[in-house]
């Protein structure tokens, strides 16, 4: 970090970027500039950031690139207007849709770096006031098949233990997970306990020899879509080797086909179709690596999984997720210090901001459904609505609202702080849903998505404003103000609030302030078993964030649910998974499939998408940042050696990609990190739209786009 000048004061936050959700401390002048960023030693994350954390005060600094005024689309022209202007017309245009074609032709598409204050803010305007249920937003590209896995597993979204549980475990299972690059500092805190420990032992799946491979003991490099084969496997072997726990089995778990509950030995015969033997070949991995892979999970004192895109982004995510987790259940590495399931987050506020508030289309706050008419009635009720008056019909998850925009059924689409024309699948397709419809973005820089916007509203970045992120943990912390929006810009809860008011629910959001908003919200989950009514404002101005369960203003937060400690598990009971009606969680019974997307002549090559260290989702603040830029370039077509001969290409060529949803140019990397027959690419270059040619294929439960999966071919351009 250049020191750029004297540091007044140093003020405690959160980094703006992925849900790691890292504490840093923030060095500002006296003249309020940033200045200096560094980790903070006393949060969870030690003081160790990663590139992108620490060069924050650079990507806040791009203030001539911010946008500062309203603009709306003149004659095909985006024009700057006043916010008068722009508000008055976006107003028109929403009320106009719901009065001519029903509630339902209009929506909200958000974000899981919005503050939870925005997204709560955003969800009750739309389904409590409007009365449609058409809000989703980018975590259902991310996470939302983990979100599914837990629900169904435990019968409660967001994961059972917690970071303090790497400090503890002797297995760490990482599968579909390049943590070195996407969550640096809880790799390197994996390292200090391999270091400290060195019998613990370390697992890494996935089809790329990424740099977390490279550290793994056993690196499984299955072929691109076949995980699911890989996890029935292990579960087969634990089963024949004794490595699961019949007492924990017989107290706290029941079998499930996914329609009736079935018994223990349903569940081992089911297995018997995924012998080692039998499903090596099509994984492209040894069945003695996949028995050497079980003992080493089932025999640790205490094992760790840790996942993310690799397997939610995935046609059968959801089952995955349920897999992972029955693979924790069966052997009992669950609800102790170092054994848990634990998905990793993509986004600084995906779990808190939009899965806890419900801020998705088929939810209500705190785990109630939307097709349930009780938990309606129970919001109804805490929102002071009309009983039965919200709708009961689960609004568009986000490929299906992009779909309703191609097709013309949805008129209007306020989208904040996300970028979903090039972060989509199949994009091309989607973008032209995007230009049908009146679009109102709202944002900090200009995105591929404003760039298709009917009105850009100029938005405040995180700390011009204040409220809180919820990380991977469940833990809570507070941004607070510490800059001033550049120019017209406005926070987004400020729009929010303004635009509700406008449309005539300005008694119905009636908190318009974050703290107002803060003490609703929290109020609002004492009513659910996702309590964290003792989490204040005031707490987290001085604590290094809360972990919920936190029913009460001097509960100390809760480390590890489930288990003696979470407030909700009954006096007595060791472990107690209250999701559930008997407090018993669900090991599935979870058939594979090949993924559609399997490579064929016409098809030969596998093509994956994901992260680099020094780059975070499309790109739009951390390529502002020249230190990143300087280290990830612009994005290639990445590939191993033995393909690039094979096709007789070199490094810098430029190729076309061919997949069954569109082609695209691209410029060749060669790299020994790659496996043969699978091809990489990054997503944050919108000079290189690579979702462009990547499958929209979803998980029929979680609605998660198969962003991991695509058979293409490539040809000398
Ligand atoms: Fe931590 Fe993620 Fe920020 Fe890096 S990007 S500093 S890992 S929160």
Not at 15 to 38: A, E, I, Q, W
Not at 397 to 421: G, R, Y
């Amino acid at each position: 970090i250049v020191d750029e000048g004297p540091v007044e004061s140093w003020h405690k936050s959160v980094c703006r970027y992925c849900g790691t959700g890292c504490g840093v401390m923030l060095g500002m002048s006296k003249g309020k500039k940033l200045m200096r960023v560094r980790g903070d030693q006393e949060a969870h994350n030690k003081g160790v950031i990663c590139i992108k954390g620490s060069t924050l005060d650079k990507m806040l600094a791009n203030e001539p690139q911010r946008l500062k005024k309203p603009m709306i689309r003149k004659n095909g022209t985006l024009e700057e207007a006043s916010w008068e202007e722009a508000m008055t017309l976006m107003t028109e245009k929403f009320k106009g849709a719901i009065a001519e074609h029903g509630a339902d032709s209009v929506a909200f598409y958000g974000s899981g770096q919005l503050l939870t204050e925005e997204s709560y803010t955003a969800n009750k305007l739309f389904k409590g006031g409007f009365k449609t249920n058409n809000v989703d937003g980018n975590p259902r590209y991310c996470m939302a098949s983990a979100a599914v896995g837990y629900t169904q597993t435990f019968g409660k979204d967001e994961p059972p233990g917690a970071y303090e549980d790497i400090d503890h475990a002797e297995c760490f299972f990482l599968i579909g997970s390049n943590a070195y690059e996407c969550h640096p500092p809880l790799f390197e805190r994996m390292m200090v306990r391999k270091k400290v420990n060195p019998n613990v032992r370390m697992i890494v799946v996935d089809p790329r020899k990424t740099k977390t491979a490279e550290h793994a003991d056993l690196h499984l490099p299955v072929l691109p879509g076949t995980d699911l084969l890989l996890l029935n496997a292990m579960l087969y072997t634990m089963m024949k080797t004794d490595l699961f726990d019949e007492e924990f089995i017989r107290e706290h778990v029941n079998f499930s086909d996914g329609k009736n509950k079935v018994s223990f030995e349903d569940f081992k015969k089911f297995l018997e179709d995924y012998k080692p033997e039998k499903v090596a070949p099509e994984l492209g991995i040894s069945a003695r690596d996949i028995r050497k892979a079980a003992y080493m999970f089932g025999n640790a004192k205490a094992t760790m999984s840790l996942w993310t895109m690799g397997i939610n982004q995935r046609i059968q995510g959801t089952y995955l997720n349920n897999t992972l987790n029955s693979m924790h259940l069966v052997t009992g590495h669950i609800n102790r210090p170092g054994a848990t399931p634990l998905s990793l987050t993509g986004q600084s506020n995906a779990c808190g901001g939009v899965r806890d508030t419900g801020s998705l289309s088929h939810i209500i706050p705190h785990g109630r459904l939307i097709a349930k008419k009780e938990h309606r009635n129970e919001m109804e009720e805490i929102w002071g609505i009309p009983k039965d008056s919200m709708s009961p019909k689960p609004g568009y998850h986000a490929l299906a609202l992009f779909q309703a925009m191609v097709d013309e059924k949805v008129k209007c689409a306020l989208i904040m702080c996300t970028n979903p024309a090039q972060s989509s699948p199949n994009v091309e397709h989607y973008k032209k849903g995007m230009e049908k419809t009146f679009l109102v973005v709202a944002d900090v820089f200009e995105t591929e998505t404003t760039k298709l916007a009917d009105i850009v509203l100029p938005a405040a970045l995180y700390i011009e404003k204040q409220g809180v992120y919820g990380q991977t943990e469940r833990r809570y912390q507070l941004i607070e103000k510490l800059l001033d929006p550049p120019g017209e810009a406005k926070s987004d809860l400020q729009i929010l609030v303004d635009f509700a008011e406008r449309m005539g629910y300005g008694d119905f959001i009636k908190a318009k302030t974050p703290d107002e908003v803060w003490e609703e919200y929290r109020k609002v989950s004492s009513h659910s078993k996702y309590n964290f009514e003792g989490i204040t404002y005031e707490r987290l101005k001085k604590e290094r964030g809360l972990q919920w369960p936190c029913p009460s203003t001097d509960h100390p937060g809760t480390v590890r649910r489930y288990t003696k400690g979470d407030p909700f598990v009954p006096e007595g009971k060791e472990h107690y998974f209250y999701g559930k009606p008997d407090g018993k969680a669900v090991v599935f019974l979870r058939t594979y499939t090949p993924s559609k997307e399997k490579v064929t002549d016409e098809y030969p090559l596998y093509l994956t998408t994901g992260r680099v260290i020094s780059q975070w989702h499309t790109g739009t603040m951390t390529m502002k940042v020249d230190e990143l830029m300087s280290s990830s370039g612009p994005a290639q077509l990445v590939m191993h050696p033995e393909d690039a001969s094979r096709m007789r290409l070199k490094e810098g060529e430029t190729v076309k990609v061919e997949a069954r949803r569109g082609n695209m140019n691209a410029v060749v990397k060669i790299s020994e990190h790659e496996t043969p027959g699978v091809l990489f690419a990054a997503f944050y270059d919108p000079s290189f739209l690579i979702n462009g040619v990547v499958s929209d294929d979803h998980d029929p439960f979680s609605k998660e786009p198969a962003y991991k999966v695509t058979a293409v071919r490539v040809t000398k351009a």
